[in-house]
């Protein structure tokens, strides 16, 4: 037997167990959601069994959709709350984004326009009220989909909502917005689960920002398999924390999903984060169903914009200010480049150093990629690095101090720090930082730290302080413990924090629901709980 014969006879023993595992396991959750098992065994028989012919009253791609659909559209919901998670994690994540630019003044003049793409029962629309109010904020919703049996199910939830939303049944490739609102665009696309399903997804990535204003987001959720190999050299993807899958996986997953014909190759998910910016970006398991694979994805349009006020020069003067505030010349900001105290910078000498967030800019500019996740953000506190170096991932996944031992007050009393002057320091939990802007108020502080999760928790205790009330502060780093950190993570602190920070925080919430709490975490943790009882001995 050939090793071609024995990797065939493998992978359909492998798909057969397969099977009946997750069989098994949509049998037991579904049946606890049915008066019967009639919801299950239209799933299960469309999903599993029933051959793929094409729908004779129409053609195509909507053809190939309705051959899949038609047989389980009235049980497409209650089947996909297990199948299909992370659904609500994007949502959120894009509503938290949507509320800090309105906040900020974005949408003063007109509400925004949201596009569901291939959002099939309008399950999105309804799942968004959780985190706002649909009917008021949006000034108008459009629900795009190829599949006429989803979409009556669409009509129905809205009928029953009493919601007024803009139902399509169209090729997404071909959507396009009345011509009154094409001058304002879209402020929020969202692809849940469909651009797996889409064959010429390059032609519907392609299609979308041309539908989108300057400050729009793109939200996307999806199944995938990637090697980490593939993004060797990729500084755009908002990191690449957990994007892994071994190969037996990648191998497997792709050929089970290859039957209901669902793309999972990498390439769709490249070539969004290739389009758009990345503002967050997420890679998830899914091991209620075996460990299924899926992303998140939340970006915006390339071409860098405030995110607060409209300035056609932002990007080049977000660049440039970034620049000089790294390598403190102020003679490199495009504000101040004219006159530095007084010098006439055209008879400075020519420039030698610039940071390097700056160089990698010009390279992404100059080789029309997108730009480090960091330059997207809400604000630029978090400086590029290069996550892939060997000198940053020798720390692996941990922090070492997860509060600062030394005493600020010492500082202040030797340096006596005032607001023009500009503080190198290390990192470390990030407390003295904090100390020194608030009793000092320096001009700028530069927070250094080889050990890049240090540097994630300080950005969580900067977010927090910005948008949580005292309690939810206290709770965190006082006590060390909230139960409900990963909602709060998602749906208020997601927004002042780089695309990397959300992640770690996300895949080690545990720190702060656990019994243990924030304090009994990180490398320095048994020298701190030791410490902790002599003293208590002591007393």
């Not at 969004?272 to 169903?289: A, H, I, M, P, W």
């Not at 075996?290 to 409209?310: H, Q």
């Not at 400075?348 to 940071?355: A, D, F, G, K, Q």
Request: hydrophobic share 40%; with cysteine; proline share 4%.
């Amino acid at each position: 037997m050939s090793n071609t014969q024995v990797l065939v006879v493998c992978s359909v023993i492998i798909l057969l167990t397969g099977a009946v595992s997750l069989a098994c396991r949509f049998q037991h959750k579904f049946t606890q959601r049915f008066s019967s098992t009639t919801g299950f065994s239209n799933f299960f028989y469309a999903t599993f069994l029933k051959p793929h012919r094409e729908d004779t009253t129409c053609t195509g791609q909507q053809a190939a959709l309705e051959s899949f659909y038609k047989a389980q559209a009235d049980a497409y919901d209650a089947t996909r709350k297990i199948l299909l998670q992370g659904r609500e994690d994007m949502l959120g994540l894009a509503a938290a984004q949507l509320k800090f630019k309105a906040r900020a003044g974005t949408w003063s003049e007109v509400k925004p326009v949201w596009i569901d793409i291939g959002g099939g029962t309008g399950y999105n629309i309804e799942a968004m009220q959780a985190y706002l109010n649909v009917p008021d904020f949006f000034a108008k919703i459009y629900l795009v989909d190829l599949s006429p049996s989803l979409l009556d199910v669409a009509r129905k939830r809205f009928a029953r909502l009493g919601w007024h939303v803009h139902i399509v049944c169209q090729d997404a490739r071909a959507f396009r917005l009345p011509a009154d609102e094409v001058n304002l665009g879209a402020d929020l696309v969202t692809l849940s689960y469909s651009l797996s399903m889409i064959p010429d997804y390059y032609s519907v990535v392609d299609s979308i920002p041309s539908l989108l204003s300057a400050h729009a987001i793109i939200g996307a959720v999806d199944f995938y398999v990637q090697s980490i190999v593939d993004l060797s050299g990729r500084n755009y993807t908002g990191s690449s924390f957990n994007r892994h899958v071994n190969w037996l996986g990648r191998v497997f997953w792709r050929a089970w999903f290859d039957i209901d014909r669902v793309g999972l190759e990498g390439a769709r998910r490249d070539y969004l984060e290739y389009r758009f910016g990345t503002l967050k970006t997420v890679d998830e398991r899914n091991y209620l169903l075996g460990g299924i694979p899926y992303y998140i994805f939340l970006g915006t349009p390339r071409e860098l914009a405030s995110p607060t006020v409209k300035s056609p020069r932002y990007a080049q003067k977000c660049i440039e200010d970034l620049d000089a505030s790294c390598t403190e010349m102020p003679c490199l900001s495009l504000d101040t480049c004219k006159d530095v105290n007084g010098l006439d910078t055209a008879k400075l000498p020519p420039v030698t150093m610039r940071s390097k967030a700056y160089e990698c800019a010009v390279v992404n500019l100059s080789s029309n990629i997108p730009l480090p996740s960091t330059f997207y953000q809400n604000n630029q506190r978090r400086i590029y690095y290069d996550e892939q170096l060997k000198k940053y991932t020798q720390f692996g996944k941990e922090y070492i101090y997860s509060f600062t031992w030394e005493d600020p007050r010492v500082d202040h009393r030797l340096l006596k720090m005032g607001n023009n002057d500009t503080v190198l320091c290390v990192t470390s939990a990030g407390d003295n930082v904090l100390d020194y802007i608030l009793h000092a108020n320096p001009r700028r502080i530069h927070a250094v730290d080889l050990n890049a999760n240090q540097n994630h928790l300080l950005e969580l205790k900067i977010a927090a302080f910005q948008c949580l009330p005292y309690s939810q502060v206290w709770a965190l780093f006082g006590e060390g413990k909230l139960r409900d950190f990963r909602n709060v993570l998602i749906t208020k602190l997601s927004p002042h924090m780089s695309s990397q920070a959300f992640q770690y925080w996300l895949h080690h919430s545990n720190a702060f629901t656990s019994a243990r709490g924030l304090y009994g975490t990180g490398g320095s943790r048994s020298v701190s709980h030791s410490d902790s009882a002599r003293y208590s001995n002591r007393a």
